[in-house]
């Protein structure tokens, strides 16, 4: 799958022969899309509004940082948010309450870190209506969807876009041939854009979007044995750095940008983390996504640490994005069926 991101990205050439497959794709999104807007599938509200974070693209665009700080300013504005996730890679089934001692084997790596970060009530299920629902009856005043743009069952009253802003569409082109979920032009129907770091990629300079920067200061021990550490108390030495995410080299870019000398340790997205992958040979300090982390409590020692990241906007663009949320919350609607 690396390899294949890695030609998306970078050398659209190589796949050409794949493009009458993508095609293929879009045609059936089209037809699903048709059905939706016809009738033929239903699109169900539920009893209170629905924001959605998502992306076009296959793998880590930043969703995660910004549906904590959306939850955060729901809070702020005296609503009491929820949120939503399918676990990906979880091995129960059903609609499930994510609480903060729940494992990650159960419920997802992410939905367990946005349950421990947010304080919010989460829950996974991979039929969205049934988990809003279940969160209305939790209590939630406004429901915040991770990774649900694509799942037109659940009616939305507030879309945002997640995108890179170093690999942006990629090639532009659909699966297989490209990272795409759904064509470019789905940009242009999304109530927001926000754009994860500046926006270098070609494919984005007409792209109107708000930018949003994820900052990590400092880490915390996966053992939580320890007090917290100033990412600069780690320079000087080299130190591993251990990343299992969609697009590992922000991460490993930001402890670069505190300084940091890194031995870089890329895994797949979601990967289970074992002993012997953070067997390194040495007692070098290990310095790991908050996602990482979440898998390796129960084998933490001394040397493990992990990077809390946030979301961070310019003062203009936290207002666009506070105002726009604030009115799809507040809006409301009546109950579905």
Not at 111 to 130: E, F, M
């Amino acid at each position: 799958m690396s390899r294949l991101s890695d030609l998306w990205y970078a050398d659209p050439a190589r796949l050409a022969p794949l493009a009458p497959l993508g095609w293929l794709f879009e045609a059936c999104l089209r037809v699903r899309r048709s059905a939706y807007r016809h009738g033929w599938l239903e699109s169900h509200r539920v009893a209170r509004p629905v924001i959605i974070v998502g992306n076009l693209t296959v793998g880590g665009t930043g969703k995660t940082p910004l549906t904590l700080w959306l939850c955060n300013e729901l809070s702020r504005a005296g609503l009491r948010p929820g949120i939503l996730s399918r676990g990906y890679g979880r091995r129960t089934r059903g609609v499930r309450l994510v609480g903060v001692d729940s494992s990650w084997r159960e419920v997802g790596d992410e939905p367990l870190l946005l349950a421990r970060r947010s304080g919010c009530p989460t829950v996974v299920a991979a039929a969205r209506v049934a988990g809003a629902r279940e969160l209305i009856a939790r209590g939630a005043e406004v429901i915040v969807c991770d990774d649900g743009l694509q799942h037109l069952s659940l009616a939305r009253d507030l879309e945002i876009v997640v995108v890179d802003g170093a690999r942006g569409l990629g090639n532009r082109r659909l699966l297989p041939a490209g990272p795409l979920r759904e064509p470019p032009a789905r940009l242009s129907g999304a109530g927001l854009v926000v754009v994860n770091g500046a926006p270098l990629h070609p494919s984005l300079h007409e792209v109107r979007a708000l930018r949003m920067d994820v900052r990590g200061s400092h880490a915390l021990p996966v053992s939580g044995e320890a007090p917290p550490r100033e990412l600069g108390v780690f320079r000087g030495a080299p130190l591993h750095a251990v990343a299992g995410m969609g697009n590992p080299a922000r991460f490993f870019a930001m402890l670069r940008a505190a300084g940091l000398e890194l031995v870089e340790h890329a895994f797949p997205d979601h990967h289970a983390l074992l002993p012997a992958d953070l067997a390194f040979g040495d007692d070098r300090p290990v310095l790991m996504t908050e996602k990482d982390a979440v898998k390796c409590t129960g084998f933490a020692d001394a040397r493990l640490w992990f990077v809390p990241v946030t979301a961070h906007f310019s003062a203009a663009d936290a207002a666009c994005l506070s105002q726009r949320v604030r009115q799809a919350a507040r809006a409301g609607h009546p109950a579905g069926s």
